[in-house]
Nanobody, 115 residues
Framework: QVQLVESGGGLVQPGGSLRLSCAAS????????MGWYRQAPGKERELVAT???????LYVGSLKGRFTISRDNTKNTVYLQMNSLKPEDTAVYYC?????????WGQGTQVTVSS
C-alpha cells in the first residue's frame, strides 16, 4: 500500500505558475504509473497527465505545453509544473498511483486561478 500527499496548491493570478508535489509514503521505483487528475466544481474528475516508471509521459491534449509532469524516484515524489495558468484550470488536483497492489489516490490540493 502507498499513501500519497499532495502539496503546492493555492491561489494564483492568470498567467502565473504553480508546482504541485505528490509525496509517496514508500518508494515509487516499482510503481508503474503515476499521474495527476483534477476535478472542477460541478464537473467530473479528469485526467491531466501521467508518467510511467520508464519516464514516458502522457498529457491531455489541451494541457500539453503548459503543464509538465516529472518524477524523482530518489525522493518518492511526482511533480506537476503548471505554467500560463488560466481561470479554467481552477480545480482540486489529485495525485494517482497504479501498482500491482492496487490504485491509490491522494486527498487533493486546491488550485485557484483568479485575479
Amino acid at each position: 500500500q502507498v499513501q500519497l500527499v499532495e502539496s503546492g496548491g493555492g491561489l494564483v493570478q492568470p498567467g502565473g505558475s504553480l508546482r504541485l508535489s505528490c509525496a509517496a509514503s514508500r518508494s515509487i521505483f516499482s510503481i508503474d504509473l503515476m499521474g495527476w487528475y483534477r476535478q472542477a466544481p460541478g464537473k467530473e474528475r479528469e485526467l491531466v497527465a501521467t508518467i510511467s516508471s520508464d519516464g514516458s509521459t502522457l498529457y491531455v491534449g489541451s494541457l500539453k505545453g503548459r503543464f509538465t509532469i516529472s518524477r524523482d524516484n530518489t525522493k518518492n515524489t511526482v511533480y506537476l509544473q503548471m505554467n500560463s495558468l488560466k481561470p479554467e484550470d481552477t480545480a482540486v488536483y489529485y495525485c494517482y498511483a497504479r501498482s500491482l497492489q492496487g490504485n491509490y489516490w491522494g486527498q487533493g490540493t486546491q488550485v485557484t486561478v483568479s485575479s
